[in-house]
């Protein structure tokens, strides 16, 4: 059986989801926000397999905000942040699996954030 979230809601600064098979899972919404699949964020990839990658848009605070989430298909969650960005869906199976294997990004303050309005 596939695994699924029973539950799935954004808690504080975390993506709180407990599983199909009672695991629970915490995955901080700036990690989440900064493996966005879509298109915009992960690039995409031409016939020839050549990665087009968009030049990054600089992420704000308001980035990591999630602000709802709509499951998608049974399969993913479609994820809205307080930038307005939505294209992003998440695979249920991606996000098992960062919340067991953590990738490893580097920290935030990293980035240059822009100052909130
Ligand atoms: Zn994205």
Do not use: N
Request: aromatic share 8%; charged share 20%; proline share 12%.
């Amino acid at each position: 059986m596939a695994l699924v979230p029973k539950m799935l809601q954004v808690l504080g600064e975390e993506l709180a989801v407990v599983w199909s098979d009672g695991a629970e899972s915490y995955l901080p919404l700036t990690t989440v926000r900064r493996l966005c699949p879509c298109a915009g964020c992960s690039g995409e990839r031409d016939l020839l397999g050549r990665l087009a990658k968009p030049p990054g848009k600089p992420l704000t605070r308001e980035s990591f905000q999630a602000v709802s989430t709509v499951p998608v298909g049974g399969y993913a969650v479609q994820i809205f942040w307080a930038d307005g960005h939505s294209d992003g869906l998440f695979p249920y199976v991606k996000l098992r699996e960062w919340a067991e294997h953590p990738p490893d990004l580097p920290p935030v303050s990293a980035f240059p954030l822009l100052p909130v309005r």
